[in-house]
């Protein structure tokens, strides 16, 4: 049975420097730059949420040509209006290739990715689109490679916890149990879907 825990936030904005002044209206700590995403046209920033947790921001890099496919965490559907926001997160687990079709269903195809020197498998949905808008996480699996997080400085922050609210708890528990999940997530009933990350910083616990 697969196993898997949480590896980091994914922050969607439809520019770098828009989403980075977000995070740290809301954080007051600096982030750290992250690099390019080749195959996606995508570019990020990062922040270190403890040992083997980070925050991503991630938006189209209007540098690189147009990709060839639909960018992943739904890029495409933000217009220069957009305001950045937690759209998703992302867990980690190891043999990712042996995922079975139900997963890939769910969650996505496998898929091989790189930044810099770091290369991994990812589960992207071929449209682009988030799993359940994003409750549920895609997966990750970074093989050989050294967790982002050990190469990112301490900025005192730390992850409490993670809430997705959903109209359908249990549908988001299942497909939790099916991926083997453990870490600081709770799943709450709401009319509306949204993600709230708590997080302690040097100033206090701050909601993003």
């Known amino acids: 049975m697969m196993r898997s825990t949480l590896d980091h936030l994914v922050i969607v904005s439809p520019t770098l ?4 002044q977000f995070v740290e209206r809301q954080l007051a700590v600096q982030l750290q730059p992250g690099g390019k995403h ?16 980070y925050l991503e921001v991630i ?3 209007s540098e690189a040509p147009l990709p060839t496919r639909p960018r992943w965490f739904g890029l495409d559907e933000l217009s220069a209006q957009s305001s950045p926001y937690l759209a998703h997160w992302v867990a980690r687990t190891e043999r990712l290739d042996s995922a079975d079709e139900s997963l890939r ?8 990715m790189s930044r810099g020197g770091l290369s991994w498998k990812i589960s992207i949905q071929p449209d682009g689109h988030l799993p359940l808008q994003g409750a549920v996480p895609s997966l990750i699996d970074w093989g050989e490679s050294e ?4 190469r990112l400085d301490d900025k005192g922050c730390q992850l409490q916890r993670l809430e997705i609210a959903h109209p359908e708890p249990c549908v988001v ?3 939790l149990q099916s991926i083997g999940f453990t870490g600081p997530v709770s799943v709450l ?3 509306r879907y949204a993600l709230k990350a708590y997080i302690l ?4 616990l701050r909601i993003l």
């Open 17 to 20: 420097p828009l989403g980075a």
């Open 38 to 53: 080749m195959r996606m046209s995508t570019h990020n920033l990062l922040l270190r949420l403890g040992e083997s947790f």
């Open 59 to 61: 938006a189209p890099d």
């Open 105 to 112: 269903q769910v969650f996505g195809e496998i898929e091989p």
């Open 147 to 150: 967790h982002p997080a050990k």
């Open 173 to 175: 528990e299942r497909e």
């Open 189 to 191: 009933r709401s009319e």
């Open 201 to 204: 910083t040097p100033h206090g």
